[in-house]
T-cell receptor, first 109, second 113 residues
Framework: GQNIDQPTEMTATEGAIVQINCTYQ??????LFWYQQHAGEAPTFLSY??LDGLEEKGRFSSFLSRSKGYSYLLLKELQMKDSASYLC??????????WGAGTKLIIKP | IAGITQAPTSQILAAGRRMTLRCTQD?????MYWYRQDLGLGLRLIHY???????GKGEVPDGYSVSRANTDDFPLTLASAVPSQTSVYFC????????????FGQGTRLTVV
């Protein structure tokens, strides 16, 4: 079966750095996405990785290792507004997105 | 309209009733999707459409139907609602290419009682 695993919840301090991990087992691989979802709102796109390595976008970076079936989202200089759920999704061989359950990130002052 | 719009935003529905959730996008995206999101579970695909006139079944299609008469609209119908269909429903669309992000509507919170 297809599976995406990410931690259920993480807590971090304002101004710090946090890394949210995602491991996957899917039928084929056509890229990995990270989305942010604030409570009661729709998911919004953060990043896309299809090749191994690190993609940096301001305070957010995403890393991919296809051989390990592993990705992480790195958030730097955390702000209170970063409190949200972070969803990992993999596009499989049929070009369908398989979603993880999401990681709820709590930022404390 | 800017982006993708769903209606209604929330609804309480008696079991056994029929309900259509509406979804409209103005981005001229070919692909559209319906997901349900339940606590502790990832987004689960109900139905999808790769282009106007075609639809396909996702992971959890039972009890739901869709149509895609044109590019902009992708309604989801519950023929006879059951309490297990209580969920938050998201409509999404995406353009061409595997790297293209999906854009989501604001969601419909449906409670079946």
């Amino acid at each position: 079966g297809q599976n995406i695993d990410q931690p259920t919840e993480m807590t971090a301090t304002e101004g710090a750095i946090v890394q949210i991990n995602c491991t996957y087992q899917t039928s084929g691989f056509n890229g990995l996405f990270w989305y942010q979802q604030h409570a009661g709102e729709a998911p919004t796109f953060l990043s896309y990785n299809v090749l191994d390595g690190l993609e940096e976008k301001g305070r957010f970076s995403s890393f991919l290792s296809r051989s390990k079936g592993y990705s992480y989202l790195l958030l730097k200089e955390l702000q209170m507004k970063d409190s949200a759920s972070y969803l990992c999704a993999v596009m499989d061989s049929n070009y369908q997105l398989i979603w993880g359950a999401g990681t709820k990130l709590i930022i404390k002052p | 309209i800017a982006g993708i719009t769903q209606a209604p935003t929330s609804q309480i529905l008696a079991a056994g009733r029929r309900m259509t959730l509406r979804c409209t996008q103005d981005m001229r995206h070919n692909a559209m999707y319906w997901y349900r999101q339940d606590l502790g579970l990832g987004l689960r695909l109900i139905h999808y459409s790769n282009t106007a006139g075609t639809t396909g079944k996702g992971e959890v299609p039972d009890g739901y139907s869709v149509s895609r008469a044109n590019t902009d609209d992708f309604p989801l119908t519950l023929a006879s609602a059951v309490p297990s269909q209580t969920s938050v429903y998201f409509c999404a669309s995406s353009g061409e290419g595997s790297s293209t992000e999906a854009f989501f509507g604001q969601g419909t919170r449906l409670t079946v009682v």
